[in-house]
């Protein structure tokens, strides 16, 4: 094999060599808390563990946390309350907040979107969402979903040195083959 074929190979070979993402989601169950009228902030409260079904050999790249203030029960509203994924503050209804705190028509929606620091958090193959109730009345959470975006922890890239030395290699295989082909004539 000629050392311009050599070139070309390794060309289309790492023009092919693109990273498989994959995204997926998993889901925490509602939660309708006790009612409780003093001690504020309460101990945390921890309302569930799923698994993260991250794909062998990925790494997670990007995380968005949703739900809804109110359940499905009582959906109007909720207590105070700091809601958490495995340590991380993902939503906070904060006393008299109308857009979570005070009867509202129906369960309020809202989101979170981790940050390049947070998604670590995320690495050991579970999520644990928890719960800290700030004020009176009782916590009251709609499904809460978690999305999780992955991709290959090792992307075989070409960057521009790599271009720069391919694009040489091929060069300098045009050259040797055009001289090769001048000795033969001569």
Do not use: H
Not at 17 to 43: H, Y
Not at 89 to 97: G, L, N, S
Not at 134 to 139: L, R
């Amino acid at each position: 094999m000629s050392l311009l074929s050599r070139a070309v190979a390794v060309a289309a070979a790492s023009a092919s060599l693109a990273a498989a993402a994959a995204t997926f989601t998993v889901t925490f169950p509602e939660v309708d808390g006790t009612i409780n009228s003093s001690g504020f902030p309460l101990p945390s409260v921890t309302a569930a563990t799923v698994t993260l079904p991250i794909p062998a050999g990925q790494v997670i790249t990007g995380a968005t946390a949703s739900g809804f203030w109110g359940s499905t029960t009582f959906a109007t509203s909720t207590a105070g309350v700091d809601v958490f994924v495995d340590g991380v503050r993902i939503a906070q209804c904060v006393k008299p907040d109308a857009g979570c705190y005070s009867s509202g028509s129906g369960q309020r929606p809202w989101s979170y979107t981790y940050s390049a620091a947070q998604l670590g958090t995320l690495g050991d193959g579970s999520a644990t969402l928890t719960y800290v109730q700030t004020s009176e009345s009782v916590v009251r959470l709609g499904t809460t979903t978690l999305t999780i975006t992955t991709t290959d922890a090792v992307v075989p890239t070409l960057n521009d040195t790599a271009l720069l030395a391919l694009s040489l290699l091929v060069g300098l295989g045009a050259f040797a083959a055009l001289r090769a082909r001048r000795r033969t004539a001569l």
